[in-house]
């Protein structure tokens, strides 16, 4: 009987280790979890460091979705999209990262798990399947971000107000070349 108990008790803890461990090693929950300890101090406005934490995020995983398409994509179209991609969000990124640096934000030293789940599904495709899953994805990913910049416009804090400013329509900019692409 005893025996009978062990193996699932031992399951069950394994189980519950493994999903803590996965939370832990969320880069995105890590630097959130650091900035909230900042805002808790009043060294840091919370929606900034939303902010800046999610656009890191984001930049990290276009750049990545980007060069995918660079090697992948079956349509001149997407492949100079993919070249677009890399290109303007490491810029943007480096931008991000400078704000951060200058506010003692953290960020993520990655994509966050859910985004890494993405990219993986993304990198299995091949051919059209790509090249719609690709659409797809940067669809989803710059309406998020148009939304998030618009927001982040009515920061107090003018650098980022101002940052949020004058990339919000770059990011526009890719939401309707992908939409064009898409036909």
Same mark, same amino acid.
């Given at each position: $009987? /005893?025996?009978?108990?062990?193996?699932?008790?031992?399951?069950? !803890?394994?189980?519950?280790?493994?999903?803590? +461990?996965?939370?832990?090693?969320?880069?995105? @929950? &890590? =630097?959130?979890? =650091?900035?909230? @300890?900042?805002?808790?101090?009043?060294?840091?406005? &919370?929606?900034? =460091?939303?902010?800046?934490?999610?656009?890191?995020?984001?930049?990290? $995983?276009?750049?990545?979705? %980007?060069?995918? +398409?660079?090697?992948?994509?079956?349509?001149?179209?997407?492949?100079?999209?993919?070249?677009? $991609?890399? /290109?303007?969000?490491? $810029?943007?990124? %480096?931008?991000?990262?400078?704000? +951060?640096?200058?506010?003692?934000?953290?960020?993520?030293?990655?994509?966050?798990?859910? @985004?890494?789940?993405?990219?993986?599904?993304?990198?299995?495709?091949?051919? &059209?399947?790509?090249?719609?899953?690709?659409? /797809? !994805? !940067?669809?989803?990913?710059?309406?998020?971000?148009?939304?998030?910049?618009?927001?982040?416009?009515?920061?107090?804090?003018?650098?980022?107000?101002?940052? =949020?400013?004058?990339?919000?329509?770059?990011?526009?900019?890719?939401?309707?070349?992908?939409? +064009?692409?898409?036909?």
């Amino acid at each position: $009987m /005893k025996n009978k108990l062990i193996v699932p008790l031992m399951s069950l !803890m394994l189980s519950a280790t493994v999903l803590d +461990a996965q939370d832990r090693t969320d880069p995105v @929950k &890590e =630097a959130n979890s =650091a900035n909230e @300890k900042k805002s808790d101090q009043k060294l840091v406005n &919370e929606d900034d =460091a939303q902010f800046l934490v999610k656009s890191a995020d984001a930049r990290m $995983m276009d750049s990545r979705e %980007g060069k995918l +398409a660079l090697e992948r994509g079956t349509t001149a179209a997407i492949r100079n999209y993919g070249s677009l $991609m890399v /290109k303007d969000q490491a $810029m943007l990124l %480096g931008k991000i990262k400078q704000l +951060a640096t200058n506010r003692k934000i953290s960020l993520p030293a990655d994509i966050s798990n859910d @985004k890494k789940e993405g990219h993986d599904e993304l990198r299995e495709k091949t051919g &059209e399947d790509f090249d719609k899953k690709f659409i /797809k !994805m !940067m669809i989803i990913d710059h309406e998020r971000d148009v939304k998030l910049f618009k927001k982040a416009v009515e920061s107090d804090d003018k650098d980022i107000s101002n940052f =949020a400013k004058k990339y919000q329509p770059m990011i526009q900019s890719h939401l309707d070349k992908i939409n +064009a692409i898409k036909g």
